[in-house]
T-cell receptor, first 112, second 115 residues
């Protein structure tokens, strides 16, 4: 079983729809990252969370430490949001190097 | 937010040659930088962790003599792929940890094609 599970693996939405991507993890963490990777490959850090909720523009990220679960929400989705969204966690006992454990990603396609 | 740059963004080289990829933190100091490799439709795989002024720590299965990492300053780390082979063709991504804020930022990646 993977330590970081994302769902769904693939998601197709119509422009304007509200989108939710989920991430569950099985290890103790000190932080959780949401990353966005566009088809060209470049990765953008969207959020780093250790508790609660963060909002940036149309993006909202929440985390429930007790339930070991995080969600990434996109409001009023747009075709330019089409990308792979990756959840990555920093394990509490990951050592001084603090390696991240990555989910396999959720591929989002937003149709106009 | 903090910016991490990589250069070049893409490179094509012939088998047997060496290629150097640079990773820079543009507006913060990074004592630790991470190098990842990503194959098509797969997640990022950590190759090595580099700390400024010391030798890099390589993950199991990663050849340190083939993937040379140098972290000479708080804003620059380089990855050199030596004697490149077609199987080294991949997307290489660096990430830098902001010393002050303890946050990790990712570079845009470098696509390497070895012919």
């Amino acid at each position: 079983k993977n330590e970081v599970e994302q769902s769904p693996q693939n998601l197709t939405a119509q422009e304007g729809e509200f989108i939710t991507i989920n991430c569950s993890y099985s290890v103790g963490i000190s932080a959780l990252h949401w990353l966005q990777q566009h088809p060209g490959g470049g990765i953008v850090s969207l959020f780093m969370l250790s508790s609660g909720k963060k909002k940036h523009g149309r993006l909202i990220a929440t985390i429930n430490i007790q339930e070991k679960h995080s969600s990434l929400h996109i409001t009023a989705s747009h075709p330019r949001d089409s990308a792979v969204y990756i959840c990555a966690v920093k394990e509490v006992y990951g050592g001084s190097q603090g390696n991240l454990i990555f989910g396999k990603g959720t591929k989002l396609s937003v149709k106009p | 937010g903090a910016v991490v740059s990589q250069h070049p963004s893409w490179v094509i080289c012939k088998s047997g040659t060496s290629v150097k990829i640079e990773c820079r933190s543009l507006d913060f100091q990074a004592t630790t930088m991470f190098w990842y490799r990503q194959f098509p439709k797969q997640s990022l795989m950590l190759m090595a962790t580099s700390n400024e002024g010391s030798k890099a720590t390589y993950e199991q299965g990663v050849e340190k003599d083939k993937f040379l990492i140098n972290h000479a300053s708080l804003t620059l780390s380089t990855l050199t792929v030596t004697s490149a082979h077609p199987e080294d063709s991949s997307f290489y991504i660096c990430s830098a940890r902001d010393l002050a804020r303890y946050e990790q930022y990712f570079g845009p990646g470098t696509r390497l094609t070895v012919t």
